[in-house]
């Protein structure tokens, strides 16, 4: 009963509040690592041997570097050369960046496997490079990438604890105060755990309807 | 009967792959209304000649003009604009998969010509319905019989209207029994008076259909002449050989 109210007066206000901060760095994040995942995969297969490159070196960097390291750099280190950031803002940049980079993975991967054959077909109708890959190479290419990209907003989900190591104090932060103010680590932490699990669930259950909805007869995952 | 006007020229178009030259100063032209059939060994350059005449493999020589005006194809929007007017058919179709059959048809009605929805919509429609595929036009690729499928990217050329068509081996792709449906639709292309260069194995229709036929064996063209003269009296040695030997394989039918 104790326990109880301890979890009703306590933990579960304070978690609630966690839970929308998570929420307010989750969704941003996951829409603009994904339009650069888009970019820069694009970049990657089509763009001209020096912005091919770049996008390479920006991918090598973002996925060679620990997150942690990223969010400390983004926060702790830019004030250094006179960049100040919130927390909030270091951190959504700091998990778009990283996010976007392994979108761009699976992006790449799926533009190489369109058929040239369409290609060549789409340039014989007229369409410049950027019409092509915006109406025919990428509406495909998505559909492709999608379990992959699914995969990383998942990650995403969970990576997004990371946050309160630079203070913007989101789920994980605010279990871990209550857990030490209250020395109720495990019952603290397992309510955390489970609230991931479920925001992961609704993920891949509304990643999993997506699929469906754009699936076409026939089209190769 | 005057000569009909030369719709489409090529000069010494020439191609390699690395230190190989696979099409070697190939010339000819095409006047409004004629069917120039390629014909030659796998290998001979068909396809490249084909996609060089619109740049989509991009010649190390040669020049191009269209309606006596020369393609710039270095400039990337007249390139553009000279494709629209460039039907091209690959033999295996090279459909989107994304997009059904009619929406294969009016995407570039709608990207490339900035037709607005309904307009194109009713375009691709009636251009599918003239390739006999009025009950197909919600279907997906995958849904589609071969030759419905080489129908649609028919339906898809011209609805932008071409003033000449490349067609690389239609039927080659096709189950025999499909092959008919294909060319029945080139018949009628043929003679509504469009303009078409096709590459093709299937000698009966050509002797039939073209007003040329040109002979392509190792990038060049060898010779040329009507159908008549070249299955018959071939000047050149190995076009008589290989006339010999298609009509052996392909026989005399469609
Ligand atoms: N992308 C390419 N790279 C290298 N060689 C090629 C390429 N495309 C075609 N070739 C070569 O060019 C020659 C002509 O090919 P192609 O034009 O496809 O002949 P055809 O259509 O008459 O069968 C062949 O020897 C082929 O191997
Ligand atoms: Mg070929």
Redesign the interface.
Known sequence: MEELFFIQNDVAPALWKGLLVSIRLIVPSAAFGLVIGVFVGVLRVFGNPFLTRLADLYVALFRGFPLVVQLFIWYFGLPHIGIYFTPYVASVIAFSLCSGAYHSEYIRGALLSI?R??M?????????KI?MI???VL??AV?RALPGCGNEIIYLIKYSSLAYMITCIELTGQGKIIASETFKYTEVFMIVGAVYLVLTSAAAWGLHRLEARVR????QH | MSEKKVILRAENLTKRYGDKEVLKNASFSVREGELKILIGPSGGGKSTLLQCINFLVRPEAGRVWLDGREVLYHRKRELYAYRQKVGMIFQDFNLFDHLTAVGNVEIALIHVRGMDREEARARASAELERVGLREHMEKYPAQLSGGQKQRVSIARALAMDPVVMLLDEPTSALDPELISEVLSVIRDLRANGMTMIMSTHQIGFAGEMADEILFMEDGVIVETGSPKKLFNQAECQRTREFFLKIVEIYGESR
Do not use: D, E, N, T
């Open positions: 058929k054959g369409q060549l077909a789409a340039k014989s109708l007229g369409f410049s019409r915006r109406h025919v509406p495909q559909r076409i007869p026939g089209f």
